[in-house]
């Protein structure tokens, strides 16, 4: 299973980016996924995450970017985005995409590369 990234940037405060993850190897439509971003010298946290319609097509935000961020996918073309509006300093960090696939023996989670995002103030 693969994962690539891509839309990151540098942005002005206030401004918008589109994140995209294009993967591979896997039922795309069967599985859960989700965006994480990881400040320096902070965990990895949770973004948004979006499950399949056979798990429920559950959609969350972090407290931090609800109503600033939607996460979306589009199961014909494998990918699943995260659109970011009204950006703020605080969400410079490295966006990741995960996959977790749902398979008979357990659940298995995959991740992207990950791609900067900086947002000045």
């Known amino acids: 299973v693969q994962l690539v990234e891509s839309g990151g940037g540098l942005v002005q405060a206030g401004g918008s980016l589109r994140l995209s993850c294009v993967t591979s190897?896997?039922?795309?439509?069967?599985?859960?996924l989700a965006w994480y971003r990881q400040a320096p010298g902070q965990e990895r946290e949770l973004v948004a995450s979006?499950?399949?319609?056979?798990?429920?097509?559950?959609?969350a935000y972090a407290d931090s970017v609800k109503g600033r961020f939607t996460i979306s996918r589009d199961n014909a073309k494998n990918t699943v985005y995260l659109q970011m509006n009204s950006l703020k300093p605080e969400d410079t960090a490295v966006y990741y995409c995960?996959?977790?696939?749902?398979?008979?023996?357990?659940?298995?989670?995959?991740w992207g590369q990950g791609t900067q995002v900086t947002v000045s103030s």
């Open positions: 995960l996959l977790r696939e749902h398979t008979w023996d357990g659940n298995y989670d995959y």
């Open positions: 190897g896997s039922i795309f439509s069967d599985n859960d």
């Open positions: 979006i499950d399949s319609a056979v798990n429920g097509g559950n959609i």
